[in-house]
């Protein structure tokens, strides 16, 4: 994509080569000394060239230089990674399309748009030479590429009512790109696309950010702790300026070197399920910052770990008998809600909804689950038999960040097993009311109900996304930073915008609790 260089045609002035200095050379590369001996117009361009790319990158808003159009798609997209910057024309493209422009073009000298470095691509390196970071270092040490129009000590630090005023400090500074906001891609490490959705959702959850950056995880002997490679992970996003890619190498080897028998599946090179691993990890987590005891599928643990913390609420079946109309209550915890589709794609209208030709809504799945009763068969204590009652299940007490899988896929057991995935689209709010579906808002007892609406209001927070068929399919995630969305994809990161976050096909959905935010 072409960037807001203007195509201008070299200056008159003829510029010169950095003279060769001792234990220096002269050039930067073989490829470059070649360039820059063609002819004089050549070197003019070319070092004019790096001047006007300097500016864009350090005198320009980032989104300039950072904004692309994929060769492939043509698809413009502003992206978190590094793009490069053509020495030889006014394009930028992605590490991806270099090749693909150079062959085009037959262009070899790119700048990268961070650090304004040189890479040569014959060399397939960033090259190191005297004449273009002799620029590039004035540019960064003094807005400008003239030795004449250096600003002295003193109006450097001479005090200035003006720009020392709060006022004016406020309205001049943005806040540091990637450092702040942990903004950075995770590799694949071979099939582990389904790890860092559910990685890259736990960098962005403020709740845990703030537990491990105020060492909440601290003075653990314990080998290969996955809690302990947490804790390196938010401090190399958060406290390191770098926006390349993380290798998360950590995390791996605390599921090759378990003994639990639940991580055996996820340390394979074949396709795992998002969810499993969300569970796994939080599980292991809760174990290692909590009271150590493994939580138990239908009761009510009670933990003061940062995962209960966290994700864990309380769900309360109420069961009632038709003969006598006695009502028992049943409580247990829950990390996440599960959401079966395939009942309610059936009752709205069967294939229509299986071809994806239809839509629901997060609401209606929400309804079938805890606002629509169900008959069963149970043993009545006050009857001593077995009655049929009527059983409802609420939400007894929410969690801080509310967890929902939309089960897309379906497991059929019979004479041959298969799976299949739905794929109907689940219309999902950013800003979501949890008040209908809890035991107090289905009781009615709504005497504080500005509070209660307050503490029942959840705000999107991320979303994990499964592309593909249900064997050989990809995993995708959008996380909300502050009001603005990212599209993360392994190591990539794009800026995206709310539409595409909710036309995704969402498998997992994380809201936050906005009395929180």
């Not at 996304?465 to 995630?477: A, F, K, L, M």
Request: net charge neutral; with cysteine; glycine share 6%.
């Amino acid at each position: 994509m072409s960037s807001a260089r203007p195509a201008t045609p070299a200056s008159p002035k003829n510029y010169k080569v950095k003279a060769a200095q001792q234990g220096q050379p002269m050039y930067g590369c073989e490829h470059l000394q070649k360039l820059f001996n063609q002819d004089q117009v050549t070197t003019n361009t070319s070092i004019h060239h790096y001047k006007m790319i300097l500016r864009t990158i350090f005198d320009q808003t980032p989104v300039v230089s950072q904004t692309v159009k994929v060769v492939d798609t043509q698809q413009v997209v502003t992206t978190l990674t590094p793009t490069y910057l053509c020495l030889q024309c006014p394009s930028t493209v992605t590490e991806e399309d270099r090749i693909k422009h150079g062959n085009k073009k037959s262009h070899r000298f790119y700048v990268d748009s961070r650090s304004a470095a040189l890479y040569c691509q014959m060399c397939d390196d960033m090259v190191y030479d005297p004449t273009f970071e002799e620029l590039r270092l004035k540019k960064l040490g003094t807005s400008t590429f003239s030795n004449t129009r250096k600003r002295k000590q003193d109006e450097l630090f001479s005090p200035d009512p003006v720009k020392d005023s709060p006022a004016y400090i406020s309205q001049n500074t943005t806040t540091a790109t990637c450092k702040a906001n942990g903004l950075r891609g995770i590799y694949n490490a071979g099939a582990t696309c389904y790890q860092n959705v559910v990685l890259q959702s736990f960098l962005h959850n403020p709740i845990l950010r703030n537990y491990y950056l105020s060492d909440g995880h601290s003075g653990c002997d314990t080998p290969h702790c996955l809690s302990c490679a947490m804790d390196d992970m938010f401090q190399d996003f958060y406290a390191v300026e770098n926006t390349n890619g993380y290798t998360a190498a950590n995390i791996l080897s605390g599921f090759w070197i378990s003994e639990r028998k639940a991580f055996e599946n996820l340390v394979t090179t074949k396709e795992q399920d998002a969810h499993e691993f969300f569970q796994f990890l939080a599980e292991e987590l809760h174990e290692r910052n909590g009271d150590g005891k493994k939580p138990e599928i239908g009761s009510e643990h009670s933990c003061n770990c940062i995962i209960h913390q966290t994700f864990y609420g309380k769900l309360q079946t109420q069961t009632t008998c038709q003969n006598c109309q006695g009502v028992t209550n049943q409580v247990q915890s829950f990390l996440d809600l599960s959401l079966p589709l395939e009942n309610l794609t059936q009752k709205k209208g069967g294939k229509k909804l299986l071809g994806g030709k239809g839509t629901m809504t997060l609401q209606e799945c929400l309804d079938e689950e805890y606002v629509k009763l169900d008959k069963c068969e149970y043993r009545c204590n006050g009857c001593n038999s077995t009655q049929q009652a009527r059983r409802q299940t609420s939400i007894k007490r929410l969690p801080n960040v509310l967890s929902i899988q939309l089960k897309r896929f379906e497991y059929k057991q019979g004479r041959h097993e298969r799976a299949a995935k739905i794929d109907t689209p689940v219309q999902f709010p950013l800003q979501l009311n949890m008040l209908p579906y809890t035991t107090v808002g289905r009781s009615g007892d709504t005497r504080d109900s500005y509070e209660l609406a307050r503490q029942c209001t959840y705000d999107l927070l991320s979303v994990v996304v499964h592309v593909g068929e249900i064997d050989t399919g990809h995993y995708v995630s959008y996380c909300r930073v502050g009001d603005q969305w990212f599209a993360f994809n392994d190591h990539k990161v794009e800026v995206a915008q709310k539409s595409d976050v909710l036309n995704a096909k969402a498998y997992l959905l994380f809201y936050i609790v906005r009395s929180l935010t």
